[in-house]
T-cell receptor, first 110, second 113 residues
Framework: GQNIDQPTEMTATEGAIVQINCTYQ??????LFWYQQHAGEAPTFLSY????GLEEKGRFSSFLSRSKGYSYLLLKELQMKDSASYLC???????????FGGGTRLMVKP | DTAVSQTPKYLVTQMGNDKSIKCEQN?????MYWYKQDSKKFLKIMFS???????INETVPNRFSPKSPDKAHLNLHINSLELGDSAVYFC????????????FGSGTRLTVV
């Protein structure tokens, strides 16, 4: 089975930087994903890490350490529209489905 | 055109009824999924369907059954609905089981009364 943990809620200020952490315990590993989900909407894909290190995509970056079972999503220059839930998901083995964490609800304040 | 479309968007029904949720994708993807998101916002995989191979999450009750008339459709049929089935159900698709970037449908909010 899989255990994926992330904080339930976070609050940050517009223009600031926020880091959302995710830890996982799995018997296998074939990729870690981050999704964004606005209230009442579908999750949308943000990033994918399968090797250790940092993947940068605009204001969003995602980091992975496989030895530590740890990832984080870094959001820079926060905007009000970034208020959403951020879901960490792990694929345990090739060809398997994704298992999601409970999501981190981020509130961006002026 | 919507890439992954689900109908209906909202469904309110009584306990004991049988209902279906439809999903269609026009992305040419080979793999489709059904996820359930409960009130605590946990997204849990229910089914994966790829080239007529069905992978079932063992925790899903057999009252739930996926039906795929063709590669572009994966419908979800639910028998004898229970109060605990109330949730948002998301359909998703991907190019293949190893690809990233699932595309999700907009969800169906099911309320069982």
């Amino acid at each position: 089975g899989q255990n994926i943990d992330q904080p339930t809620e976070m609050t940050a200020t517009e223009g600031a930087i926020v880091q959302i952490n995710c830890t996982y315990q799995t018997s296998g590993f074939n990729g870690l994903f981050w999704y964004q989900q606005h209230a009442g909407e579908a999750p949308t894909f943000l990033s994918y890490n399968v090797l250790d290190g940092l993947e940068e995509k605009g204001r969003f970056s995602s980091f992975l350490s496989r030895s530590k079972g740890y990832s984080y999503l870094l959001l820079k220059e926060l905007q009000m529209k970034d208020s959403a839930s951020y879901l960490c998901a792990v694929r345990e083995n090739a060809g398997n489905m994704l298992t999601f964490g409970g999501g981190t609800r981020l509130m961006v304040k002026p | 055109d919507t890439a992954v479309s689900q109908t209906p968007k909202y469904l309110v029904t009584q306990m004991g009824n049988d209902k279906s949720i439809k999903c269609e994708q026009n992305l040419g993807h080979d793999t489709m999924y059904w996820y359930k998101q409960d009130s605590k916002k946990f997204l849990k995989i229910m089914f994966s369907y790829n080239n007529k191979e069905l992978i079932i999450n063992e925790t899903v009750p057999n009252r739930f059954s996926p039906k795929s008339p063709d590669k572009a459709h994966l419908n979800l049929h639910i028998n004898s609905l229970e109060l605990g089935d109330s949730a948002v159900y998301f359909c998703a698709s991907s190019q293949d089981p190893n690809s990233y970037g699932y595309t999700f449908g907009s969800g169906t909010r099911l309320t069982v009364v």
